[in-house]
């Protein structure tokens, strides 16, 4: 790995993500360090898709610099991307495929060799052994994020991109869900995770930026950020049962209007 | 811990493994691919002395490449794009260009089937013989002229993101350039049209792949339609890959 330890495992920093004259991004800057859960929250249309998808190395930032694991998404980007694991909101793979083929061919293109047996024991590990030959569509909602995100963890990542990987999940499955987040942050990796879910963020991200308008507006944990705002006048409107959450904070500092 | 890349051959050979048994899958589709060109050799079989062995084996794989380049690669491409999986792949730590190889391999493939199944079909069905020559031409000429229509599907992907509507464009596509480029050719559409016809991506791989496959017919003309067909595969190819988006929603 091309960095010391107590480095972050992702660094976003003075990030501007332009389309045509709209600015999407403006200045933004993060870290996100070995086993904490990092929690990117904003409205519709606030900058978080370009900010993840400029991490991801697939939208090319007009300034700033973004470092996974030390390498440069811009001029080391295979390495960058070999550090990194995405789990992402659309289904995204070939519908045709087996599990088996789709582990397989996951393990093929960041180099890791896996035989029958390994292949078997992977699958038994997010219980899906029976579902080897099965084509991903005919997978459960939970079965589908089980195998996506194991995909995700198959070369063991530094740093791991959540995209609201809960979304359409039933309680158990998200509870599921949260706990393999937490196992991913005790084995020291790092995760970046979207959601839309204030209690979800409550519940795991052990930090959380605000984005909103393509800008960070705060940084902090979520009890912080709570025992900050609490009084802002905002944030007191917007509590709707007497006792501040997240929620109330998130709503007081992105304003009530609903984003297309 | 050290950061492992895989190596191009590897991750290709992962790619192309999956890609072909996408292909394997979708059976129904490559077999509705290669019965169009087996009908059409079935039904001309009165034709084959007025027109020649050579042009209704040449009429056969154009077609069959007009349905590969417009029908199976644009709607793969598009679907897959669409369903994210492309940007999954892109996240993998292999170079994109290594993605769209991998299901041009399989595009290619198509080609040497369709091109095989034509021969075959033209000799069973209508006792068509040609040289031994002729043949390794008729490959040739077949993935020369497959090109064309594989940038032409690039292009649709490339102006188009929604994939009911690349598929409902290709289709259209497909159906003017079989319908006008057949009847046209043959003259049943008046003398301008047939004109057209010959100078258009359908004619001038036409013309090719018969001048290749009978080569002792090949003249200046086919030589133009030669220079012709790449230079509408370069134009296309470019405007295709340019306007290309890797992701539907972008």
Known sequence: ?260 | MQTIIPSTSDALKSLLRADFSTQWRNRRAVILTLLVPVIILISWKGLVDKLGGAYVLATCITIGLNAIGLMGYSNSIARDRDKGVFQRLRVAPVPSWSIMFSRLMVQIVMILLVTLVVFAGGYYFDQITITPLGYVLGFVAAFVGGAVYLSLGQVIVGLIKNPETVNVTCRLVYFVFIMVGMFGQLGMLGKEVGEAVKWSPYGSVNRIISGCLKPETWNQQTTWALLVTIGYTIVFATMGIKWFKWNSRS
């Open chain 1, 1 to 260: 790995m091309n960095q010391t330890s107590s480095d972050p495992i992702l660094q976003v920093e003075g990030l501007d993500i332009f389309y045509g004259a709209f600015q999407a991004v403006k200045k933004v800057s993060f870290q996100v360090k070995g086993g904490e859960i990092f929690g990117l929250l904003g409205p519709n249309g606030a900058g978080k898709t370009s900010t993840l998808s400029a991490v991801e190395g697939l939208l090319p930032p007009n300034a700033g610099s973004i470092t996974v694991a030390g390498y440069s998404i811009t001029e080391n980007p295979l390495y960058a991307r070999a550090n990194l694991g995405v789990q992402l909101q659309s289904t995204s793979f070939q519908p045709e495929l087996s599990v088996a083929e789709i582990v397989r061919l996951f393990a093929g293109i960041h180099a890791v060799t896996m035989r029958k047996d390994e292949l078997s024991a992977f699958l038994a590990n997010i219980k899906l052994e029976d579902a080897a030959g099965k084509r991903f569509n005919q997978l459960s909602g939970g079965q589908q994020q089980r195998v996506s995100l194991a995909i995700a963890l198959l070369h063991d990542p530094p740093l791991v991109l959540l995209d609201e990987p809960t979304t359409g999940l039933d309680p158990q499955s998200r509870r599921q869900l949260w706990e393999r987040m937490e196992e991913m942050r005790e084995k020291g990796h790092g995760i970046l995770l979207t959601t839309h879910s204030m209690e979800e963020a409550e519940a795991v991200c052990d930090r959380i930026a605000i984005i909103d308008h393509g800008k960070v507006i705060a940084v902090d944990t979520p009890q912080s950020l709570v025992e900050k705002h609490r009084n802002d006048p905002e944030v007191v409107s917007a509590s709707r049962k007497g006792k501040i959450t997240l929620e109330d904070v998130f709503i007081g500092l992105t304003g009530k209007t609903v984003r297309s």
